[in-house]
């Protein structure tokens, strides 16, 4: 009877309203699809050791910018990762939460390949490098299992991911077959002309757009009570 006593309570709707999560984790997944296709353009190309070194001392601005765009991707994609969750209910959902995992490891190991780019502009701008002594530093084991490691997380994750969006028919076919085409891409980018093996980035950010597009209609078609 004591109505004054009771504690006061929010509505569902406003709770609803404030976990209303998808829409800001969709916007950021295609913020960080964005930057990471805008960094790989951008990206000075060289042949060997001795090309990287003339790049970074005639383009250090240049090197410095693709690596802070690099990091910022490597933030947004892992933030924009529970929005590409909210498309499995039960098929492929285990498939999307292994493709997820996979990702987020790509993900992260981004940010440290940003590290890297910023380390080796200082040890150039610096003078701590020659030719030889970069070349010697590329083939060390160590430094070689991060790199690899990385790139194959990033692409088994995104290979992972276009299988799980089929098994689960959330989204047109087109989006899964983006990924999975860009997947394949990969072991062509060495006999394709850079500018076009650069450009098929692209098929990745358009397909993350995609997901990201279908994830917040999805959202937006559930009830609200």
């Given at each position: 009877?004591?109505?004054?006593?009771?504690?006061?309570?929010?509505s569902?709707?406003?709770?609803?309203?404030?976990?209303?999560?998808?829409?800001?984790?969709?916007?950021?997944?295609?913020?960080?699809?964005?930057?990471?296709?805008?960094?790989?353009?951008?990206?000075?190309t060289?042949?060997?050791?001795?090309?990287?070194?003339?790049?970074?001392?005639?383009?250090?601005?240049?090197?410095?910018?693709?690596?802070?765009?690099y990091?910022?991707?490597?933030?947004?994609?892992?933030?924009?990762?529970?929005?590409v969750l909210?498309?499995?209910?039960?098929?492929?959902?285990?498939?999307?939460?292994?493709?997820?995992?996979?990702?987020?490891?790509?993900?992260?190991?981004?940010?440290?390949?940003?590290?890297?780019?910023?380390?080796?502009?200082a040890?150039?701008?610096?003078?701590?490098?020659?030719?030889?002594?970069?070349?010697?530093?590329?083939?060390?084991?160590?430094?070689?299992?991060?790199?690899?490691?990385?790139?194959?997380?990033?692409?088994?994750?995104?290979?992972?991911?276009?299988?799980?969006l089929?098994m689960?028919?959330?989204?047109?076919?087109?989006?899964?077959?983006?990924l999975?085409?860009?997947?394949?891409?990969?072991?062509?980018?060495?006999?394709l002309?850079?500018?076009?093996?650069?450009?098929?980035?692209?098929?990745?950010?358009?397909?993350?757009?995609?997901?990201?597009?279908?994830?917040?209609?999805?959202?937006?078609?559930?009830?609200?009570?």
């Amino acid at each position: 009877m004591r109505h004054a006593d009771r504690p006061p309570t929010l509505s569902v709707s406003v709770v609803q309203k404030e976990l209303d999560w998808v829409p800001v984790s969709s916007a950021l997944l295609v913020t960080g699809a964005m930057a990471l296709s805008f960094a790989s353009l951008l990206s000075p190309t060289g042949g060997d050791s001795s090309d990287s070194l003339s790049i970074v001392e005639q383009h250090d601005g240049r090197w410095l910018a693709v690596a802070v765009i690099y990091f910022i991707a490597s933030v947004t994609l892992t933030l924009g990762l529970p929005s590409v969750l909210s498309l499995f209910d039960r098929r492929g959902s285990r498939m999307g939460t292994t493709s997820a995992v996979v990702l987020s490891v790509g993900f992260i190991g981004t940010a440290g390949f940003a590290m890297l780019l910023v380390f080796f502009r200082a040890l150039v701008i610096t003078g701590s490098v020659v030719d030889k002594g970069l070349g010697d530093v590329t083939k060390e084991a160590g430094l070689s299992v991060f790199l690899y490691g990385w790139i194959a997380a990033f692409y088994l994750g995104e290979l992972l991911l276009g299988i799980a969006l089929l098994m689960a028919r959330t989204t047109p076919r087109w989006i899964p077959l983006l990924l999975i085409a860009h997947v394949l891409f990969l072991p062509l980018q060495s006999v394709l002309p850079a500018v076009v093996g650069k450009a098929t980035i692209l098929l990745l950010a358009v397909g993350f757009a995609g997901i990201a597009i279908e994830a917040v209609a999805r959202d937006n078609g559930r009830p609200r009570h």
